[in-house]
């Protein structure tokens, strides 16, 4: 769908409460919008786009060509490659960052999801950026992150704002999904499941050694595309397959909510601090409670004891998978709804759209309660 044609920028509204805006939002090139199979950050890129429209709002998404969201997008991007890595190459996104802001010069507001984009020199003057920080403030983004001093910053999680250290950050804004559209499962399938990537970060291998422990079927649905991943698949994780644990391979979205929606409990034993785990919420949202260890974003999402467990090692996680099948599913459901809402997301975002039109960016401090909950 290609962009409309520019027209002359708004004047700013008597009344900023009831502004409609033209927000401009770029996502990394590497992976349509919304991906195909495994792609977080385009899911969120494409749930934000939808609901801007939904709630109003004109938007310019800039994405690879093949990206398929239903909004006016960016023309001349590149297509991304059907077995692509997640990431793109530096060339690939610098010029795909080149690109898209030489088409939003009328935008209200740039929301850019890339890392190069936020520091690129040549944007349009005045250009309002917000920029969400998706990966860990480490050794090698933390520096770039850092540098960032003209944009706003958001960050997904308070343990992700805590970690935000030298960073100026201009709030934490959860991630969210449409949970109408994420059909009920029933939990019947006799198996526990995984999601995510098949890399040490998430946990797969530890997620077999739960299931075995508990004498609960487990089926693994995982990225399994780069070197890496299959190196590790096949020194850590193949030799734990068994009649116990099964692996099926990547799954699209749909195949993927029904994978999670039959499983009794997903089994998240992160061992690295998650900024924010999505899959966690599309389970909850299918009704499915969350079996996790508590570390990263686990324990602003998953309430220990109601819609999942969160716990250390192997032994006791295999203990709470055991009582996983007896939390209440329909409380699991609700509570995405109330707190992880894809209208909530929104809100959010343009709250933070329109104080960036009028002043400049709010400035996020970490409270006491934020601490304790992150912790």
Known sequence: ?????RREPRAAPATKDVALMYIGLIAPPGVPVPPPAYGGTESVVDRLARGLVRAGHEVLLAAAANS???VPRVAGTDEAAREAPVSAGALTELRHV????AAMADVDVVHDHTISGPLYRHRPAGARVVT???GPFDASLGPLYRAMRDVALVVISHDQAAS???VPLAGVIHHGL??????????DGGYASFLGRMCPEKGPREAALVARAAGVPLRMAAKLREPAERAYFDAEVRPLLCSVVEFVGELGYVDKLELVGGS???VNPMQWAEPFGLVMIEALATGTPVVATPVGSAPEIVDDGVTGFLRSGVLRLAAALLEAPQLDRAACRTVVGRRFSTERMVAEHVRLYRELQFGPPPHYRQTSQHRRRAS
Not at 98 to 101: A, F, K, Q
Not at 178 to 187: A, Q
Request: glycine share 10%; net charge neutral.
């Open 1 to 5: 769908m290609a962009a409309r044609a």
């Open 68 to 70: 398929t969201c239903p």
């Open 98 to 101: 080149v690109t898209s802001y």
């Open 132 to 134: 969400t920080a998706h």
């Open 164 to 166: 935000a250290v030298g």
């Open 178 to 187: 449409d949970v109408e559209s994420v059909p009920v499962g029933r939990g």
């Open 264 to 266: 009794c409990a997903l």
